[in-house]
């Protein structure tokens, strides 16, 4: 289920999503969001509405100590911050000895990372990014469209996603969140953006 679209134009990273609830060949379209924020992040999930709603409701994002990198923040504070979340939630999960939860994107002082289920943080270098299984049709439109306005392209993406794959249902919801100045640390892109 699911397509979970981020795009970075210059300080502000806009995200969107579907409202599919998907269920072998049952679909239902949820009132509660799949992109929302969470004091100074904005994230987008896929995999369960059970961990949505832990990072929507529970999580409680350490603040990025001083001078600390932003991805270095990312893969130790914040991810095991949401390690915690999770297992308190009664969500996490445990195969073979190795710890699982799920994939999400987090938008972060003008940067846009994707946390996957084995808690690795990735950071792509073209400025966009998607997950879910409408991913691929999305991430094809995204990079097409370069040119044109973000939130356009981001709702392009997503319409692409839903005519090409039964796991995805509009209404969307698109959000922006813009980089704070003072912590503004951004990385280079490729022209692709």
């Avoid at 190795?98 to 792509?124: P, W």
């Amino acid at each position: 289920m699911t397509c979970i679209v981020g795009l970075i134009d210059g300080r502000r990273v806009w995200m969107g999503g579907d409202s599919a609830g998907v269920s072998g060949l049952d679909i239902t379209v949820r009132a509660d969001a799949k992109v929302f924020r969470n004091g100074d992040f904005l994230i987008g999930f896929t995999s369960s509405f059970r961990m949505g709603q832990l990072l929507a409701f529970r999580l409680r994002p350490p603040p990025r100590p001083e001078g600390m990198d932003v991805f270095r923040y990312m893969v130790m504070d914040f991810v095991d911050e949401v390690r915690n979340c999770l297992k308190e939630g009664g969500y996490a999960q445990r195969n073979n000895d190795a710890e699982q939860g799920g994939s999400f994107l987090v938008a972060y002082q003008g940067r846009l990372f994707s946390i996957q289920s084995d808690y690795q943080v990735c950071e792509t270098n073209r400025g966009f990014h998607a997950i879910g299984c409408g991913a691929d049709y999305a991430l094809g439109s995204l990079a097409s469209t370069a040119g044109q306005p973000a939130e356009q392209r981001v709702r392009r993406s997503l319409e692409c996603a839903e005519l090409l794959n039964g796991g995805v249902r509009a209404p969307f919801r698109i959000e922006h969140l813009d980089a704070e100045e003072d912590n503004l640390t951004l990385p280079l892109l490729s022209a692709v953006a």
